[in-house]
């Protein structure tokens, strides 16, 4: 159950002529009053007698009789909707609802002779509407505060006493929605997305891809935004605000967002601070490949969420959305749309109330930003790689949203990994038939000599993990490490299996498989190479990474 409480009006006839017409697109139906502050108000939509302007004029009497102490915005407008799967509740159950809700807000305080004059009206099966003129019988307004928060407060007691969906709550972090306005405005000029939609995308990518603010600032103009810097006396930026090349209002000026007006992280403070904590490696600092020392760090994100401060784990999950946010840059057109998906609705877990230490993520950032200026893998088991360790990394969060109660983060997550999910095995389809290929060509010493390394590293589950389809292929992996100088892959593996649990996994192989090409003594550059299969190198290169497992995601092994 959810409450929009709209920004206070002065016209109630007005209000009254929408709530009782047939709305948008004759969506109103059978308009009538289900409770009103004393019971008698007139309802013009029962009562044939009864008029809007009189209901109004009801409504209005204390304001008139207050004059010119009466506040120019009287009116107070609050929406109350209930969930699509709920039940459909009675009129007197929505009037009891609609009185918890007045006296919760401190509009209409239960028992008070003197609260606000109030109407609740219910024009559809799924909400009602509540009117409310903000003058009390004293003369005085009322004390109505954080009502928002005080109405949602109320309204989740409400879902549990009622038996109904209970929404999940957000804590204030949520970007901005657009307005109504804006989404009529961008059906008009066929766009799929409003301008702030538009231009958030374009400055989160900015903020993942620039190393500086100055470099940030000329991305964003790059992009088709203008950009409007604001400057402090000292000459130090105070903020900036953007806007679409060509969105204009009925004047002609630029439609302007101020950085913070699109998403709380993406004020200009916010947005130096990370920059700032980027970084650059020590001169005589030798760093891995760019794609490498990306896929270690994310690798590492779920066991820095396990263990880490709060303040920490806030910081790698923004990290996080920063790589997402970079990802679709680079990767094929067979993967954006997935991508670009998965981004967006990991957008929304990438804040909470908890403040974020940056520096503690300094090597994922500038591994998020080295991908940017290097050509994208050809080899199709990296990329793979790359997003098996994110799918994992975004579930992780996921779960650590989950555990801390940030609902609204939590269920971003997941949406996500579903299309990570997707893109994942998208990109893991050619790998996984290179294995295979190069699993059965191993001759049977080798794969009985592999089998007894199972047996003696896991014989818990050698069993199922050799009864497995894709059993020749970790075979495969094994006899890789021995040919890399591993004496005992027995002891490689044991590793693998402890590093996270197996219990939900659907195909064990598939998972060890992954693991151990993650290990640092079995990375992909170290392992020898094969000849091609099919026009794509079958060396270890092509080994099929782990697709990550989930309670949330489907299994399709």
Not at 86 to 114: F, K, Q, S
Not at 170 to 193: F, H, I, L, V
Not at 344 to 352: C, M, P
Not at 415 to 425: G, L
């Amino acid at each position: 159950m959810i409450a929009n409480i709209v920004k206070p009006g002065h016209k109630t006839r007005g209000v009254l002529n929408y709530l009782y017409g047939p709305g948008r697109a004759n969506e109103h139906t059978d308009p009538h009053l289900v409770a009103s502050f004393d019971g008698f108000a007139p309802d013009p939509g029962r009562d044939p007698d009864a008029t809007l302007a009189q209901l109004a004029d009801v409504l209005d009497l204390r304001v008139k009789q207050a004059g010119a102490r009466a506040p120019k915005n009287h009116v107070w407008h609050c929406s109350i909707r209930a969930a699509p799967e709920d039940r459909r509740l009675t009129d007197d159950e929505w009037a009891t609802i609609a009185r918890r809700v007045l006296n919760a807000t401190g509009i209409a305080p239960a028992g008070d002779p003197d609260a606000c004059r109030w109407v609740t009206v219910r024009h559809a099966d799924d909400h009602i509407h509540i009117v409310a003129t903000k003058v009390r019988g004293d003369l005085r307004p009322p004390r109505n505060w954080n009502d928002f928060l005080r109405a949602d407060k109320e309204l989740v007691a409400i879902e549990k006493e009622y038996g109904l969906r209970q929404v999940p709550r957000g804590d204030r972090t949520a970007a901005k929605r657009p307005t109504r306005a804006e989404q009529e405005k961008a059906c008009r000029t066929g766009n799929a997305r409003t301008s702030r939609e538009h231009l958030r995308t374009i400055v989160r990518t900015a903020v993942s891809a620039a190393t500086t603010t100055e470099e940030f600032f000329q991305i964003v103009e790059g992009a088709g935004a203008l950009v409007d810097v604001q400057y402090f006396p000292s000459g130090d930026v105070r903020g900036y605000k953007v806007a679409l090349d060509g969105d204009t209002n009925a004047q002609g000026d630029p439609v302007w967002f101020s950085g913070s007006t699109l998403a709380a992280d993406l004020s200009y403070p916010k947005i130096a601070e990370r920059l700032t904590t980027t970084e650059a490696p020590s001169a005589n600092q030798t760093e891995a490949p760019a794609w490498r020392r990306l896929t270690i760090a994310v690798d590492r994100t779920p066991d820095y969420l396990d263990y880490g401060e709060d303040q920490a784990g806030q910081a790698h999950i923004a990290v996080l959305a920063e790589v997402l946010d970079a990802l679709p840059l680079v990767a094929p057109v067979s993967l954006q749309a997935q991508l670009v998906q998965a981004a967006t609705a990991f957008e929304r877990a990438g804040r909470s109330r908890i403040g974020a230490h940056h520096q503690q993520t300094q090597a994922t950032r500038r591994a998020v930003k080295a991908i940017l200026r290097v050509p994208p893998p050809r080899d199709g088991a990296l990329l793979a790689t790359v997003l098996d360790a994110l799918l994992l990394a975004v579930i992780a969060a996921q779960h650590w949203h989950r555990i801390r109660n940030h609902t609204q983060q939590a269920e971003a997550a997941r949406r996500s990994a579903e299309h990570f999910h997707v893109a994942y095995r998208t990109a893991a389809a050619e790998p996984v038939a290179v294995i295979h290929h190069r699993g059965q060509r191993l001759t049977r010493p080798i794969v009985e000599r592999q089998a007894a390394t199972v047996r003696r590293a896991l014989p818990e589950l050698a069993e199922q993990i050799l009864a497995e389809p894709a059993w020749p292929a970790l075979a495969a992996t094994l006899n890789d490490a021995t040919a890399a100088g591993h004496v005992d892959p027995a002891a490689l593996l044991a590793q693998a299996a402890r590093h996270r649990e197996l219990g939900t996994a659907t195909s064990l192989t598939e998972v060890l498989i992954w693991r151990l090409r993650r290990l640092p003594d079995l990375a992909v550059d170290r392992l020898p190479h094969d000849k091609t299969v099919g026009g794509v190198r079958s060396g270890p290169a092509t080994l099929m990474p782990r697709a990550a497992q989930s309670d949330s995601l489907p299994r399709s092994r």
